[in-house]
């Protein structure tokens, strides 16, 4: 059966926790992983487009063509897609061009028809529910900060502040459980994950050992947290945006409120950042920030859940 990447538990903990050990190698060597198109396992994949995106269609293209793929970009505007032509026949006939679908769309249940009826893996590049890509390039930052091995991600606190019930929340919550890390989530009511969301994070944290809090107050979220994550206040596609900056103010990540988290504690986000709203300046330029290494990290982690979806994973 064809395995999809649509949200983070369609890995396992332990491939997830695999994926990231290749993502890491692929870092240390980068151009040593090229010969999947030679074993006629990755020759073209369709990385398409009905959202704007800068990191996740550079980082796709450039890593298809760093494993010796041939990545094809299809915009929604440009193509039969933008015209209304159905996502299952636009599924049907992509199957029959390439080896894998990247796609970044609206509704989930837009990605699942396109899974549904698609022959060959389908991988999530964000959707309204979530952004998978993303926390593997997230976790391998932090692993990376944690430095000495994969493992120390078991543990680790995350404090993630802000709007938690879109992608972005609901991808921390379910990944980092994946991790065995403790999230803890500042949001306010109406932006605090979903039932359903907290409730497989507890199945998936009885195995891990790590756990989700949620709490209204950003203070408590983020005091001696080892990182801490935030995401824009209106996503793409989301309207409201003047009422949601007054709901959201009081979790802007400003020195003070980092201030609370511990001494060495690194910041995430995702970006783009609408600075000063989500996020200051002097947090997403200072020495706490990764931003810049997690934009990189897309790059490798994509590459690494490629080369293992497709190509087995190996040299
Ligand atoms: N973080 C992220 O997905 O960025 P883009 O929207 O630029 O792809
Ligand atoms: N939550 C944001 C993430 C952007 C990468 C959005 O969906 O717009």
Redesign the pocket.
Known sequence: MTRHFLKDDDLTPAEQSELLRLAADMKDDRHGFDSLNHQGRLRSVAVVFE?????????FQIGIAELGGHPVLLDAQSSQLGRGESIADTARVLSRYVDAIVI?TFGDDRIAELAEHATVPVVN??TDGW?P??LLADLQTIAEHRKESLHTLRGTDIAFVGDAAFNMGNSTVIACSMAGMHVRIGAPAGYQPAREVLERAAEINAETGGSVTVTDDPVKAVTGADVVSTDVWAS?GVENREHRITDLTAYRLDAELLGHAAEDAIVLH???AHRGEEITDDVIDGPQSRVFDQ?EN?LHAQKALLAWMIGGGHR
């Open positions: 959202k704007p995106s800068t990191r996740t269609r550079m980082s970044r590049a964000l952004h890509c993303q793409m995702c970006l783009p934009a897309r």
